[in-house]
């Protein structure tokens, strides 16, 4: 069974840290693009960032840029999400996926999502 298990969420000032980690098992990862995606109730999902098998290759929503950082270690079949200098409007439910195709096609793999709260 694929499982994508996300932690590392919680509660957090702004303009502080905070490490996701999404640990995937199931099947092996390591060729497959990972993203993280956010979701506030109410709002359509956002895709925040995503890296390529190798890590050569990123994208991100220009939101977060120079804030967040994803990074992926193929070994422990997990991707993380750095993310520093939070603001209040990073304040969601962060989803870690996984897909087969290019860092913009669609995902096929999910968590469950581990919520992040920043307060002001």
Same mark, same amino acid.
């Given at each position: $069974?694929? $499982? ?14 905070? &490490? ?11 060729? %497959?693009?990972? @993203?993280?995606?956010? $979701?506030?109730?109410?709002?359509? =999902? ?10 050569? *290759?990123?994208? #991100?929503?220009?939101?977060? *840029? @120079? =804030?967040?950082?994803?990074? &992926?270690?193929?070994? *422990?079949?997990?991707? #993380? ?5 939070? *603001?209040?409007? %990073? ?20 968590? $469950? ?8």
């Amino acid at each position: $069974q694929v $499982q994508l298990v996300e932690s590392g969420g919680g509660l957090v000032q702004a303009g502080g840290s905070l &490490r996701l980690s999404c640990a995937a098992s199931g099947r092996t990862f390591s060729s %497959d693009v990972m @993203g993280w995606f956010r $979701q506030v109730p109410g709002q359509e =999902r956002e895709y925040v960032a995503g890296i390529t098998w190798n890590g050569v *290759k990123t994208y #991100y929503i220009d939101s977060v *840029k @120079g =804030r967040f950082t994803i990074s &992926r270690d193929n070994a *422990k079949n997990t991707v #993380y999400l750095q993310m520093n200098s939070l *603001k209040p409007e %990073d304040t969601a439910v962060y989803y870690c996926a996984a897909g087969t195709g290019g860092l913009r096609d669609e995902y096929a793999f999910w968590g $469950q999502g581990t919520l992040v709260t920043v307060s002001s």
